[in-house]
């Protein structure tokens, strides 16, 4: 079976790697493919792969798949099983300018929430879209897994032209599920039934069932309990209480935006600019050999990418802590700092449709029940929603959900709104689409505001260019 990975020069591309190792089971994966435009990150990160196949063999794994690097996008496609998308168009410097264009004007540049979203989208969608038709061109029979941010948005755009064969993922639900779960003390948490509902990055844990009883209730019997894990004590046991569900924790930059846009303004760094210093930092080690605070080391860049891994870690700590406490959200606690996994996610959903081996995942798939009708009522069939799904060889289906009302209704309608103006403007060029994404967006307030960011992110973005005047 091949994979091949978009974005394959990415510092995660390890952490797939490593599972695939891992993985014994029959219908693995043999061949992976990493495509990058950078050749350089290209190269570093296949060194890294080379040592920990070593490793594995030296530990006795004697089929440890099959690596090749390309820059050629038509050949990574090519023959291609399965497809992990996770690039990120104008790296992690237009995720700075995303934010940095955004504060000036006094609102959130969050890479995948408000302005900052709506400007990584329009600079993501035509490389998606390119990517989709190719696929559908080279690798007809593929399934798609879209990691690339924001999520859901770029998994629509691709879905106009795969279809069913392309599938969004977060690991923030599961994520969620999982600390909820454990608060309440559920023995088998991988068995209960999770009632979560939305859009990516905007979605709410609605239920909790186990054996067909919904024990979310007993979240809400106390303070204590409430405030025991990240979302309690990100939202406060009162706010919740008003909710009555567990939001997602992205959904803090809309409960408590004024606090977040200021947090964001005093740090010392916005997360884009932190995070690109960091891998540039990496990156550099990895090539030009020992490096005392990464521990990079030339000759065993497996190893210096497992150390690099492990201060990773750390670093976020110090960054969560010091930029949390600006926000009022106070410390995270450390095993809330453990997601769902990206590659654990990824490999599931990989394994389920290669395999048939139904199972359970959350999802972005478009809103379209197995049997006819919709999954949320409130968006129309097209529109690519956040919920569980089945998941076998003939794909991702979803299940039935309890439908979104009020508020939650309101909000999924009018963001799914604003996205529709980005793919509009991501397809036709139309500025006017583009100003409109903006200006009709929950968290930007004016339409002055919105002209102003999107000449700010022109300017700023090559990858803009094609926006034309209308
Ligand atoms: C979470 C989100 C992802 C995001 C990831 C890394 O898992 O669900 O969408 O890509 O965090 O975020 P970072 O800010 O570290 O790039
Ligand atoms: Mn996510």
Redesign the pocket.
Known sequence: MRLTILGGGGFRVPLVYGALLRDRAEGRVTHLTLYDLDPARLAAIARVLRDQAARARAEGVLDAPEVTVTTDLDEALRGADFVFSAIRVGGLEGRAADERIALAEGVLGQ??VGAGGIAYGLRTIPVAVDIARRVARLAPDAWVINFT?P?GLVTEAMARHLGERVIGI???PVGLARRVARTLGVADPASARIDYVGLN?LGWLRGLYVDDRDVLPGLFADDTTLTSFEEGRLFGADWLRSLGSVPNEYLHYYYFNREAVTAYQQAKQT?GAF?RDQQARFYEALATGADQATGADQERPGAAWDAWDRTRAEREAAYMAENREAAGAGERAEDDLE?GG?EYVALALMRAVARDESTTLILNVRNARPGGGRVLDVLDETAVVEVPCLVDATGAHPLAVSQLTGHEAGLVAAVKAVERCVLAAGESGSRREAVKAFALHPLVDSVQVARRLLEGYRGAHPGLGYLRKD
């Open positions: 890479e995948t941010n999520a977060c690991d923030s990055h997360r995070l997601s990206y």
